[in-house]
C-alpha cells in the first residue's frame, strides 16, 4: 500500500490571484505525484489546504485535484474554514460536523481525525471528538491503523510553532491512542517541515509543505523582541510517501523538483547491483 501526503498548500495567500506561487508549488508537486511509479492508492491532503479558508480558493484547490490518477481525502486545518470547505467538497464525510472518518479499503486502515477549532492556531480535539475515535479503534482493534491529522501533539522546537505538552487536548488524544499495540503511526502537518519522533508509544511524523517551508530555528522567541529571525524560507515543495511493507510503515520525503541524477542503472553499474541482490536471501 502506497499512501502519498501532501500538506500546508495555503491556496490562494495571493487572493484573487490564480497564478500564485503557492498553486505553481502544488502543481510541481502533483506532477511529482502523478509520475511516481508505481503510483500511489490515495492523496491524503493534511490541512491548511487554503490560506484564508475562503470558497473561491477551496474552488481553485478543487480544479487542481480535477484530474489526478488516485483519490484524494482531506484533513483540515487551523487555516480552513469547516463551512467553506464542506460547500465545495459536500462529499466529504463529515461527523457531527467535524471531518473524521475512516479509510478501510487497504491492508492499512486510516483514521482522519480534525483538530481544528477555528479562530486559533494551535490543535484542538474535544471530548465529542475523542469519542468518535475510541469508538471507531474499538471498532478495529486488530487492523494496522495509521491516524491522520493536521497538528502534530507534540513539541517540536520551533518556539513559533510549538505544540505546549500540557495543551488539553494533546492529553485527550493521548489518552484515545494509549495502549493500542494496532496504531502504526500518526502522520500530520502544520509544521512546513519533516519531523520524526516517538510520542506516547506512536511514531509521529510531519509532512514537509507544498507551501514555503518554516525555517529551521530552535531558539527561544521572545513575543518583546522582534529579533528579525528567519521564519519562512523559499526552498522546494516537498511531499511524503508512505509504503506500508506488510509489516511496518516507511515514510519517505521527496521534494518536487527535477532531480540531478549522478548515477544510472546502466551497465557500468548492473555488476555491483546484481551482487548485492544476490547477498540477499530467497
Ligand atoms: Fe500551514
Redesign the pocket.
Known sequence: MLVAQIT?I?LGFEPDSPGEFNRQRLDATLAALTALDPPPDLMLATG?LVDRGDVASYRRLREAFAELPFPVHYAL?N?DVRHNFAEVFPEAPLTDGFLQYTIDDGPVRLVVIDTLEEGRHGGAFCDARAAWLRQTLDAAPDRPTLIVQHHPPVEVGIAWMNTDPAEPWVHRLADCLRGRDNVIGLVCG?I?RAIVTRWEDVVVATCP?T?PPVALELKPIDPAVADGRPLIVADPPAYALHWWNGRELISHYDTATDHQVLAHYDEGLQAMIGAMLEERPV
Open positions: 500546508d495555503h491548511d486545518g487555516h502544520h512546513h509543505s507551501a
